[in-house]
Structure formats: structure tokens, C-alpha cells
């Protein structure tokens, strides 16, 4: 059931980018005719205002080590509204290699990106811990890991200081916290 939801939130945002979507699919909170609803698309997609108001955050470390890129974090929410559920985007500044496995409730969306679904976000809570063991194309001495909202159910969020993150990650091991 999970992978439907992930897939479900994917093609909401190829739908926002005008991406083109299988027959018949069509985006979680579609309306008539598979139209997506406002907010369905990735963050910069939506108008300021269109839905309620919530300030998702996102908290955790990164670590680099021959070659597998470990990433733990925890998203929250600090309010003024909850949010039913978002989509978090990992991109990094080295290819992924061709097989990965991924936590349940995560997609991979290019060759550099993955999505993960955050869960529930109650006001002042948090959502499910994502914990992602990327193994890289190539073992490099250093990545940049980018973590951003990808889609937030239409909730209209005006802190990104707290959910736009830029980590580098040496390949010595160590943790990174963001």
C-alpha cells in the first residue's frame, strides 16, 4: 500500500512539471478529469496562500564512507496547522549507483535524486525517521547532499531556512548534522 502512496505523490509532482503520467493515474486529492489540486506540485509550484499554514523542518546527518552515503533525518513540523503527509527530495552532486535499496515510503526520481514520504506531520510533532544507505555510482572523496520539501500537501510554508539544507560530506566517515 505504501508504494502506492509514493507513487502517488511522484507522479503529483511530474503532473506540476508537466511531466507525462501513465493513462489513467492520476495524483492523490485529484480532481474530476485527474486535475491536480492546488499544492499538489513541488513546493515552488503553488501560490503562497493556497492552503493552510505549517513550517516543516527537517533535522538529521549525513555520512560519507567508501563509497555508501548514509543519511538519517527527521522531519518535523512547528505549525501553525498539521500536515496529512509530505515528500522530502535528497539530491546529490554524485550519480547513484544503477541498484539501490530503499526505505520503505522512498522512490528514486532521477539519477542523483530520491523522495521520501514524511508521514503524518502533527502540529508540533514529527514525522517518520527516514534512514537512507545510498551506495554511490563511483566512490568520490566528497558529496554535496541537498535535502528540500519536494511536495507538502498544499500547506503553504514561509520558513525554508529550516527545510532547504546543503551538507558536504567528505569520505572519511564522519557525521555531518544539519
Do not use: K
Amino acid at each position: 500500500m505504501r508504494r502506492v502512496a509514493v507513487r502517488s505523490v511522484v507522479l503529483a509532482g511530474l503532473l506540476a512539471f508537466g511531466g507525462v503520467v501513465p493513462a489513467g493515474a492520476a495524483p492523490v486529492g485529484a480532481g474530476p478529469g485527474g486535475a491536480a489540486p492546488v499544492g499538489a506540485g513541488p513546493v515552488g509550484a503553488r501560490p503562497v496562500g493556497a492552503g493552510p499554514e505549517a513550517d516543516v523542518a527537517y533535522h538529521g546527518r549525513v555520512s560519507l564512507a567508501r563509497g555508501h552515503l548514509r543519511i538519517w533525518l527527521v522531519p518535523h513540523n512547528e505549525g501553525p496547522s498539521a500536515v496529512p503527509n509530505a515528500t522530502l527530495r535528497v539530491r546529490l552532486s554524485a550519480d547513484l549507483a544503477d541498484r539501490q535499496e530503499l526505505s520503505e515510503g522512498c522512490a528514486r526520481v532521477g539519477p542523483r535524486e530520491v523522495v521520501c514520504e514524511t508521514g503524518p506531520l502533527p502540529l508540533r510533532g514529527h514525522g517518520r525517521h527516514v534512514g537512507l544507505v545510498l551506495e554511490l555510482r563511483e566512490r568520490t572523496p566528497e558529496v554535496v547532499v541537498r535535502v528540500d520539501t519536494w511536495w507538502n500537501g498544499g500547506a503553504t510554508d514561509r520558513n525554508h531556512a529550516n527545510d532547504e539544507h546543503v551538507v558536504l560530506a567528505l569520505d572519511t566517515g564522519d557525521a555531518y548534522a544539519f
